[in-house]
């Protein structure tokens, strides 16, 4: 379904040159993975995050969680980035500085072709010792967890609830935020702290701030154009109209 697009909106994105983009699980929806807080499809309607996504549910069951995620990084890898992907690739190459942040773990902007991607949750893809914090690529497939040379469990490189974020990622990130002329917040309930910082960051620091979401969120009220509807549909015919008038 096709949204109306402010001609305001465009012409502010056809005349700046940094933009920031900053996506949540929303804009892999199309693609077949699970967002987290959707009410009925979400995973945290079905599963506890305090006992998944988290060091302490890790250190009660460390079986559960790893297999947990052993079984999301197969669904993953049979999944296609969507048209939502594909345009923010695109957009990439129109600006002079375009900083794509996500808080997906799940690679599909990479593969849609974005060069640049800052993760701030990690990467499902990669594995790294629970104690030295050092990426390991080597394991035993058929432990479940597997253990570093070190002896601790092996996890996944994600970032749960209470720990710190890469500390390079975030940096970059605030950077863009606090840089940008235009910001866009796509498929993100913009609850999850300091991700949900970097649209209001950008809006002090006198930036367009732009939401794309079906629904409302905590950030809709503050931004300056709140398009509601798919990542899928709103992103390819942004790019269009840009394309249109640039
Ligand atoms: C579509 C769509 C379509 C659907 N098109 N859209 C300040 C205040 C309060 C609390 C805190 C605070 N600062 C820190 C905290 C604590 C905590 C936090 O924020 N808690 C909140 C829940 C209150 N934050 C942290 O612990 C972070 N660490 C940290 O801050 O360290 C310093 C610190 C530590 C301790 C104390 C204080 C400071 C770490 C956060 C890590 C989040 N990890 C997860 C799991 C990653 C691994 C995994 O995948 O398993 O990250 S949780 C989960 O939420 C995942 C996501 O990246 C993240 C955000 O979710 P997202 O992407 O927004 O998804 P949803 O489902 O919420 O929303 C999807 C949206 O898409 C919806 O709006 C839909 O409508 C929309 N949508 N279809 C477009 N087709």
Redesign the pocket.
């Known amino acids: 379904m096709s949204v109306a697009i402010p001609q305001e909106l465009v012409e502010r994105l056809a005349a700046a040159h940094r933009v920031a983009v900053l996506t949540?699980?929303?804009?892999s929806?199309?693609s077949g993975i699970p967002?987290?807080?959707?009410a009925l499809t979400?995973l945290w309607a079905r599963y506890d995050?305090q006992e998944l996504?988290t060091p302490e549910g890790f250190a009660r069951n460390p079986k559960l969680v790893w297999e947990w995620y052993a079984a999301r990084r197969a669904s993953i890898a049979g999944v296609q980035p969507n048209p939502g992907h594909a345009a923010l690739a695109a957009l990439e190459k129109r600006f002079e500085q375009f900083t794509l942040v996500t808080?997906?773990?799940d690679s599909l902007h990479q593969r849609a072709g974005s060069r640049e991607v800052v993760e701030l949750?990690g990467n499902i893809a990669r594995v790294k010792c629970s104690i030295e914090q050092i990426i390991v690529s080597d394991f035993p497939a058929d432990e479940s967890p597997p253990r570093c040379p070190c002896g601790a469990f092996l996890r996944p490189d994600?970032?749960?609830?209470?720990?710190?974020?890469p500390a390079e990622a975030l940096a970059k990130a605030e950077a863009a935020a606090e840089q940008c002329e235009v910001f866009l917040s796509?498929?993100?309930?913009a609850?999850?702290?300091?991700?949900a910082e970097l649209p209001l960051r950008a809006l002090s620091a006198g930036a367009t701030v732009v939401e794309?979401?079906?629904?409302r969120?905590a950030l809709s009220r503050h931004v300056h154009f709140a398009l509601q509807g798919?990542?899928?549909a709103i992103l390819p015919q942004l790019l269009q109209e840009l394309r249109r008038v640039a």
């Open positions: 949540g699980a929303g804009i929806a199309e967002t987290f807080r959707d979400g995050p996504a808080q997906n773990i949750h994600v970032v749960w609830f209470g720990e710190m974020l796509i498929g993100t309930s609850q999850v702290y300091p991700a794309i979401n079906p629904e969120t798919s990542a899928g």
